[in-house]
Every structure is written in C-alpha cells, then in structure tokens.
C-alpha cells in the first residue's frame, strides 16, 4: 500500500472554492478522490488515471477538477461553486488499475486510502 496523506479541507459558505491536496509516496497508475457524507456510501468524486484521462461524478462534473503532480506524487481536487450537499469527508485514494477500471472510480479499484480531510459548506 501506499501511504496517503490529503490536506486542504475547511468550511466554506456555499459558493465558495477549496483545493484539496493529497500526498503520496510514490507514484501510482490511477488516483481518486471518494467522499462520504454521514449515512451515505462512499462514493467516488473524480479520478485521473496514469495518461491524465479524468472522469466525475455527475453532481461535481463542472465544478470539479482533479489534476495531479506526477513529479510531485501529489493529486489536487479544486472544487469550486460549492453546495451544501457537497459536505463530507474527501479521501485520497490511489490504484493500479488499468485506465478503464481506474475512471470507472469504484472503491474495489483502489488499494491505497488516505485518512480523510473535513469539507463543510454552509448555506
């Protein structure tokens, strides 16, 4: 596994933008980003695979955008027009997966998790 660490979560009102960061120790093939809202399944946001192919979640497409610093082993996640409804906490997590099975952004897919960063958006 590989080690994962995401900062750049807070509160925000509704509206707003954050950027997300998340650090990794070594490069990998395919990365995402999942969040999960209490009571809700974990649900995989954005992902970027190792050619910088990306897909989104419908409820964040146009407003979200992943990237990622291969030089770095760092992803991003900058979430603007912010709602309400995009409260949760945002984890890192990152794959080997071909690029097919890495876009397709299910949990199965992914190996490595980071430990979560906090976003609230208030109304």
């Known amino acids: 596994q590989v080690p994962l660490v995401e900062s750049g979560g807070g509160s925000v009102q509704a509206g707003g933008s954050l950027r997300l960061s998340c650090s990794a120790s070594?490069?990998?093939?395919?990365m995402a980003w999942f969040r999960q809202a209490p009571g809700n399944e974990r649900e995989g946001v954005a992902a970027i695979d190792s050619d910088g192919s990306t897909s989104y979640a419908d409820s964040v497409k146009d407003r979200f955008t992943i990237s990622r610093d291969s030089a770095k082993n760092t992803l991003y996640l900058q979430m603007n027009s912010l709602k309400p409804e995009d409260t949760a906490m945002y984890y890192c997590a990152a794959g080997w997966s071909s690029n097919v099975y890495c876009l397709r952004r299910n949990r199965s897919d992914f190996a490595s998790w980071g430990q979560g960063t906090q976003v609230n958006i208030s109304s």
């Open positions: 070594m490069y990998t093939y395919c």
